[in-house]
C-alpha cells in the first residue's frame, strides 16, 4: 500500500500526517526475485544460473517477477505501476567481479589516505591474493565480495593501525595476508 501511494500519489503520508514527496525522486529497488523458485514441494530451487544466455536470464527473471505480483503477493497493481521499468541484470562474471572488487580496494586506499593522511600500497602478489579470496564466491554479488574485503581486510587493517601507531607514518605497505593478525 506504501509502494502504490508513492508510484500513484508521487507521496507517502505517515501515520503522524508528515508528507514525504516523490515528484523529483528516482526509486530503485533492486532484488533477486526469479533467481530462485519454489518446486511443488516447496523447496527453493535455482531458476537461472550463470552460464545461461543472458537472453534466457531476462525472460525467465521477468516471467517470475510477474508470477510473484500476479499470484504470490495477490497484488498485480503494484507491477502496473512498475510497468516495463525493470531491469535484468546478468550474473557477475570473474572479469567484472575483479572489477568490483578493484573499485573497493581503491576506496579503502583512499579512505585511509584521506582519514589518516597514510599511503597505502599492497604487495601485487597481496591484492592478487586478495582479489582471489574476495572474488572466489560471486553467488553473493558485489556486496559479497564488499563483505569478504571488510572480513579479510579492512577489519584485520583497523585493528592493526589501532594496535601499531601511525604517528609521523606517511605510508603503509601490506607485504603478506596472515590469518594471526599479531604478525
Not at 12 to 25: C, M, N, P, V
Not at 50 to 74: C, H, Q
Amino acid at each position: 500500500d506504501k509502494f502504490l501511494q508513492i508510484l500513484e500519489d508521487g507521496r507517502l503520508t505517515d501515520g503522524r500526517g508528515d508528507t514525504a514527496y516523490f515528484s523529483e525522486t528516482i526509486l530503485v529497488f533492486t532484488s533477486n526475485l526469479g533467481i530462485f523458485v519454489e518446486d511443488k514441494q516447496g523447496n527453493r530451487i535455482q531458476h537461472v544460473k550463470p552460464g545461461d544466455p543472458y537472453e534466457t536470464v531476462e525472460k525467465n527473471v521477468r516471467e517470475e517477477i510477474g508470477n510473484y505480483f500476479k499470484y504470490k503477493l495477490s497484488r498485480p497493481e503494484i507491477l502496473n505501476r512498475i510497468g516495463d521499468n525493470i531491469i535484468v541484470f546478468g550474473f557477475i562474471t570473474p572479469e567484472i567481479g575483479a572489477q568490483i572488487f578493484d573499485g573497493m580496494l581503491r576506496n579503502v586506499v583512499n579512505r585511509v589516505r584521506d582519514e589518516h593522511k597514510v599511503d597505502l600500497a599492497l604487495a601485487p602478489d597481496v591484492k592478487d591474493r586478495l582479489r582471489e579470496l574476495c572474488t572466489k564466491d560471486l553467488g553473493n554479488g558485489g556486496r559479497g565480495i564488499g563483505n569478504q574485503l571488510e572480513s579479510l581486510f579492512v577489519n584485520p587493517l583497523a585493528r592493526a593501525m589501532f594496535r601499531f601507531p601511525l604517528a609521523g607514518r606517511t605510508s603503509l605497505r601490506v607485504k603478506d595476508l596472515a590469518e594471526d593478525e599479531n604478525r
